[in-house]
């Protein structure tokens, strides 16, 4: 059945893909960039345990591509890469990773336009445990379907939308779903700058445990543009059923998004975005936040908020400095589990020369769990690249990263050198 359903997927991408290719307005389109890499980590503790830790050299191999469509009849973007790594002690069975996106859309009438999405990612099964490949799955979410827009009158316009998305799991024992999605949207522009309006939406949810979710939202939207500033977001009431055999929990809560970003000086900007809705592990919220995760061992039906605020600076020298706070609050409905996290990062980079640069990183987390027990996670690493001639690179890094817990068993210290050879194709 999985294997069908991945069928059916790729089929339904290359359909929705190929008018992108043929359109006259894609003829002129960029070429793809095309990269491979090389890279080669050793780690003093690749297991990331306590006690008797392991020495390893991880060797991964790299593809990566970029590519989008001009604007025309059809346009698409992809990116992502696949790599191949192999541990030369075995520490590891040899292990795929995959992290891609692929998106597109093609105008059926003007008022028309079928949308079509994959997105694929490794992620965390259990967030207790360090990301070793033991604690990895792949999630692949693909999704397509119609959007109608319907303008009213200059300033009124309304928008219906329907789609079919697919999520499926590397592993077994997570619950792959089939989610059915249908929304209605009116917006009013009061302004060249300002528009507001109201959104409803449902959508039924069936995964593969015979579970099922029905889940309803009411919500006010609005966006606002300033010569500098950039405001938009969603505040409402959303309702969530979920149902398996004779047991059936229904959970209401507010729901809403926020999205700002200012231009604070010509080389500095702020970014902010907040998320709060209930959902399922299998939903995209896990794929659209780089550090945010469910725990995959816990009940399917959650209430998450999210926060996001990153400041970034280019500076004078030519490089850049940038920090980002993320915070997260994941509530499991059946079990009543709640997990916080806070992470914060910094990164600088500064070119040293005009074929070589330095970088470094610092990333402080903490994790809190219902059973009361804390982990906090600190990293720091140093890094050089150096161009040797066209598009070929060498970068090396030096990094140390350490995990202390209210659960010793957990706890562990890591030191890890990386050195990779990269050649972009021009």
Known sequence: MASSLRSGKILATAVMMLPAYLAPGT???APAAISIGLDNRFSDNVSKTRSDTESDIESRITLNIDKSGEPG??????????GYAVWHEDTFDPEIFTDGRLSGQCEITPNLIWQTSDRIKQVTQDNRNPDTPDNLTRKNTFRTGPVYSLRLTQVDIVQLSASYE?????EP?????????????????????????????AERTELDTEEELDREAVSLTFGKQWANTSLSGALGVNQLENSQGNSEVSSEGISGNLRLNRQITESSNLSLAIDRQLTDQSSTV???????????????????????????????????????????????????????????????S??????SSFSARASYQLSSFTDGTDDRVGEVSLGYTHNISGGLSLQSRIGRELKRSDVRQREYDENWVLIAINYAFQ
């Open 73 to 82: 009849w059809c346009n698409y973007s992809l990116g992502g890469g696949i």
């Open 166 to 170: 697919n999520t499926e799991f590397e």
């Open 27 to 29: 003829a002129a389109a």
């Open 173 to 201: 024992e997570e619950a792959d779903s089939n989610r059915v999605l249908g929304a209605v949207s009116y917006t009013h522009l009061f302004s060249p700058t300002f528009r507001a309006g109201l959104s409803v939406s």
């Open 350 to 355: 500064r070119p040293i020369s005009g074929v």
């Open 286 to 348: 896990g794929l659209d936040f780089d550090n945010f995760s469910f725990d995959l061992e816990n009940t399917s039906a959650v209430e998450v908020t999210t926060l996001s605020l990153g400041y970034r600076n280019s500076l004078s020298s030519g490089g850049s400095l940038s920090s980002e706070l993320e915070a997260s609050q994941t509530e499991y409905l059946e079990s009543g589990e709640t997990e916080n996290r806070e992470r914060l990062s910094v990164n600088y």
